[in-house]
């Protein structure tokens, strides 16, 4: 079986592996729209976050930064046209 998401490295920091799993159970249930309710989320899930919107259809995106940990993050479903 291969994984279709992995963590990049072996860190024991729970709340980015928290942070991450309700993010990804948004863009796996297919909202439209997907943010960490107006919070920003830890750099360290920046590249995660990226991968797994892009293999789940969305586009991702990154805004501010804050204390060099924290970044701004969105997430935009890929509509498909019918044309």
Known sequence: ???????????QSFTSGVEYGRLYDRMQRGEDYVTNNGFPVRIENMQLLKDTADKLGYISRFGAEYFGEWIE???SKIQHSKN
């Open 1 to 11: 079986m291969e994984l279709l998401i992995k963590f990049p490295d072996q860190s």
């Open 73 to 75: 993050f969105s997430a």
